[in-house]
């Protein structure tokens, strides 16, 4: 069931996520918002409230632990509990690796690696203490097949696949109850595109999501499937994209 449960959703702002808090508050779950930019996340909540949802927003940068644990902590005191977080912030600034634009490795590290940790070691404790939760977060299929241009973007893909499997794993042995779902979205258009400073790069991949892209809503369906779920099943990777992308 989705109705009155309480998700977090990083990378609210845009694309996926602003989408998944559509989704996910049209079903009647209660939606808490963070991203970097607020009148965005202002906005989308409005939306939702207009149309008779729940929503919470919070600026977050998610590369701050603080900030991390202060979103978890505005949905219990808005909402009393949480019951699941969509880990879903990340951005693409692909590039060839000799072109060692390490400043958007490093970027690149830091938000879709260290973000991600940091939401996970906000919400755990609650998680644990609840003895339920469910941690979902967004890959990519670029973590699942090598392209050039994406080794560090790719690589901080592939490592939410090891770690989802792993926390999926201990969470069953030490039965916490702490479910997860990864997704791997394929071209899906959003603003994704524009952090790519590297302009055969960019070229590239405009050229791939031009011929190619779907809307962000079917992630979001995707999302709220695994959310439906009943307790006693985890769904535990999807990957979903065009059916004309080869
Ligand atoms: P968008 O660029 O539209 O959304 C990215 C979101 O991440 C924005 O809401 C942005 O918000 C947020 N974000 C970026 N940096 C930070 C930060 N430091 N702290 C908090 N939030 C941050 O692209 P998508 O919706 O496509 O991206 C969502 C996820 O989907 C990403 O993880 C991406 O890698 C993944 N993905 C996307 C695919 C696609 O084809 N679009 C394919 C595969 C995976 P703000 O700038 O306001 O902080």
């Known amino acids: 069931m ?5 998700i977090l959703i990083t990378g609210a702002s845009s694309g996926i996520g602003a989408a998944t ?5 049209s079903k009647g779950a209660k939606v808490v918002l963070g991203a970097r930019r607020e009148d965005k996340l202002r906005q989308i909540a409005e939306d939702i409230r207009a149309a008779g949802g729940q929503a919470e927003f919070t600026a977050l940068d998610v590369t ?9 902590s505005l949905a219990k005191e808005k909402f009393g509990r949480v019951d699941a977080i969509f880990l879903n912030a990340g951005l693409m600034p692909s590039s060839p690796v000799s ?24 919400v755990m404790p609650t998680f644990l203490a609840q003895k339920s939760g469910q941690i979902l977060a967004t890959s990519s299929v670029a973590g699942l097949k090598a392209y050039p241009g994406g080794a ?24 916490t109850n702490i479910r997860t779902a990864t997704i791997y ?12 400073t590297d302009e055969r790069s960019a070229e590239g991949m405009k050229s791939l999501y031009a011929t190619y892209g ?11 499937f695994a959310v439906d779920m009943p307790e006693d099943t ?5 990957t979903v994209g065009p059916a004309s992308q080869p």
Do not use: C, H
Request: charged share 25%; net charge negative; glycine share 6%.
């Open 2 to 6: 989705i109705k009155d449960k309480v």
């Open 21 to 25: 808090a559509v989704e996910l508050a």
């Open 64 to 72: 701050n632990p603080n900030e991390n644990d202060a979103f978890v």
């Open 99 to 122: 072109a060692l634009k390490t400043a958007e490795w490093k970027q690149m590290v830091d938000v879709n690696i260290t973000g991600v940790l940091n939401g996970v070691a906000a």
């Open 152 to 175: 560090v973007y790719g690589g901080t893909k592939w490592f939410l696949k090891d770690f989802m499997g792993v926390l999926r794993m201990e969470s069953a042995m030490e039965g």
């Open 185 to 196: 979205p394929a071209a899906i258009n959003t603003e994704l595109l524009d952090t790519i």
């Open 214 to 224: 779907i809307s962000a809503d079917r992630i979001a369906r995707v999302v709220a």
């Open 234 to 238: 985890t769904v535990n990777e999807f």
